[in-house]
């Protein structure tokens, strides 16, 4: 029986203040990426937690999830390079806006975490080459339209956070 194929389950938070948006400057295999602060969901973990605790890691500001902007899939190919394979990823992104909240000047970035950037709509149409992933536009653009929906559309079950 072959291995059953899942996509990466991510989060990401959708971060808007002054009519500019939150972005982290990232280390990649690609080079430096721009990225909305996002990550993996962690097993034990629901999705708004998750959210909460990426932006948090990656900005360190604390933040809220309040609405779901939308769900997205992606798959993105790496070719093989210095004696790696080739790799081929698909990622579900659940993307998030919500309540940005303090910043904590002694808390480090994640790994991989250059800094934080604070870009115009315009400024990010503007460097698609530079983003991580062709959702960090789409993501913008989507809640600049206005597309939101209630956390309560997302149900995580106990069993899930309980041992």
Known sequence: MSERWKPSATVAAVIEKD????L???????????????GHLDEGEGLIDACAREAREETAHAFTPTQLVGVYMSKFHRPA??????????????AFCGQ????DP????DTGIVRTVW??????????????SPLVL???EDHLAGQ??????????PSVTQP
């Open 148 to 157: 939101r929906f209630p956390l309560s559309l997302i149900y995580t079950h």
């Open 81 to 94: 390079r210095d004696g790696r394979p080739a790799e081929t990823f698909t990622y579900l992104r659940f």
């Open 100 to 103: 940005l909240g303090d910043f």
């Open 19 to 22: 009519g500019r948006f939150l």
């Open 24 to 38: 982290v400057e990232e280390h990649t295999p690609e080079g430096l990426r721009l990225n909305n602060p996002a």
């Open 138 to 140: 789409r993501c913008m």
């Open 106 to 109: 002694q808390q480090p970035l």
């Open 119 to 132: 870009m115009t709509p315009e400024e990010i149409r503007a460097c698609p080459e530079r983003h991580r």
